[in-house]
């Protein structure tokens, strides 16, 4: 009798985010073959957002996890941790630069930590998934928009806030949170506006109101991201969205209509206006454990976009394929299990904290803004 060979066990992740990614970079290092599903027809299909810090206990464990922190600290921008607190009249409460040693949250574009979690993985681009049905003889199937269906022992839902995998797990939907972002953005900043580009500094400025906020980031190549915040309709997000340019601007400088000449002008000189609402998914999220199925990132814990959803992605995905490489065949449903327990809870303490956090940062009170500044920032 020939010896018995095992079988990788066949497993799916959904979505090119930074979760999905690194789940299936950290299982290429362990030599566990994954096939990744991206609804995108290309990497480049769609602008990739801005920038993200990635902290040391959370992104960047991820990234030594997946072999590729020395690559991404030659590619980070430790001045951009640099931090700029403004009133509306332009009057800087704050000012905080980072020690020429510090590397706690250095910044990276996201298009730049997609290239480099990329790396070797061969994306199946163009495959959007519509439904995700566990509990086949044949394993969990996978249907596509394109009309094909496959078959995994596992499928990781890493696609995002409006996941087509979460639905095979939990009834839960995300919610609107009262406070939509209004992005936009100024290229090649330091030859076409230097004055915006000295304000803006090496990293990020801030400047609160009352239930309203201005953010600007930088990101690499004179490139600014430019976020008008506030406070809408509790259970219903504005229609910007369906507005053009031109129509946008003019409503959000009404909106922010006597603030501060310089900090207008972020508005006055952006380009094209993307709509964002934020929503947030219930806190803690937990579903009942279902064989062949689990969430990575915002399909399973939706959460404000203050500095924690993407590093504990990342951890998430990075911890996971851990634990499965470190498994036998027999032993992947129970490894699941017991990610999934191990880290809802702090999961759900995060989601949690970042809530609150939004609630303070667009605030009827906008000293609750500078006040939760004071506590994260070192001193």
Request: net charge negative; aromatic share 6%.
């Given at each position: 009798m020939s010896p018995r060979v095992a079988v990788s066990p066949r497993i799916a992740v959904v979505g090119s985010g930074p979760a999905g990614?690194?789940?299936a970079r950290v299982m290429h290092r362990h030599g566990h073959p994954v096939t990744v599903l991206e609804r995108d027809p290309a990497p480049d299909a769609r602008p990739p957002g801005g920038t993200l810090d990635l902290q040391?206990?959370?992104?960047?464990?991820?990234?030594?996890?997946?072999?590729?922190?020395?690559?991404?600290t030659a590619r980070s921008r430790p001045e951009g941790q640099a931090m700029r607190v403004l009133d509306p009249d332009g009057t800087v409460l704050r000012d905080w630069r980072p020690r020429p040693e510090d590397r706690a949250n250095p910044e990276i574009d996201r298009g730049h930590l997609r290239d480099l979690l990329l790396g070797p993985l061969e994306v199946q681009w163009g495959r959007a998934v519509t439904e995700v049905v566990p509990g086949g003889r044949d394993g969990v199937a996978v249907r596509c928009a394109d009309g094909r269906r496959e078959t995994f022992d596992l499928v990781i839902g890493a696609d995002g806030a409006w996941s087509r995998v979460r639905p095979a797990v939990s009834?839960?939907?995300?919610?609107?949170?009262?406070?939509t972002l209004v992005e936009t953005a100024l290229d090649d900043i330091d030859t076409r506006h230097p004055d915006l580009a000295r304000l803006v500094g090496d990293g990020s400025l801030a400047a609160y109101g009352v239930n309203r906020a201005l953010v600007a980031q930088r990101n690499s190549g004179g490139h600014v991201k430019v976020y008008a915040q506030f406070r809408t309709e509790p259970d219903r997000p504005t229609d910007l969205g369906t507005a053009g340019t031109e129509a946008v601007r003019a409503r959000l400088l009404a909106l922010f209509d006597g603030w501060a000449a310089p900090l207008l002008d972020l508005l006055r000189h952006g380009t094209a206006f993307a709509h964002r609402p934020l929503y947030v998914l219930p806190a803690p999220h937990t579903w009942p454990h279902v064989p062949g199925v689990t969430l990575?990132?915002?399909?399973?814990?939706?959460?404000?976009?203050?500095?924690?959803?993407?590093?504990?992605?990342?951890?998430?995905?990075?911890?996971?394929?851990?634990?499965?490489?470190?498994?036998?065949?027999?032993?992947?449903?129970?490894?699941?299990?017991?990610?999934?327990?191990?880290?809802?809870?702090?999961?759900?303490?995060?989601?949690?904290?970042?809530?609150?956090?939004?609630?303070?940062?667009v605030s009827p009170d906008p000293a609750q803004a500078l006040a939760l500044w004071d506590e994260v920032q070192p001193s």
């Open positions: 990614l690194t789940f040391e206990g959370m992104g960047q464990l991820a990234l030594e996890k997946a072999g590729l922190l020395e690559e991404f009834s839960a939907t995300p919610r609107y949170t009262g406070v990575l990132g915002d399909a399973a814990h939706l959460m404000p976009p203050l500095g924690v959803g993407a590093n504990l992605a990342m951890l998430e995905g990075a911890e996971l394929a851990e634990s499965l490489a470190a498994s036998g065949p027999g032993d992947l449903d129970a490894a699941v299990r017991a990610f999934e327990e191990r880290t809802g809870a702090r999961a759900g303490r995060w989601a949690t904290m970042t809530l609150a956090g939004l609630d303070r940062l």
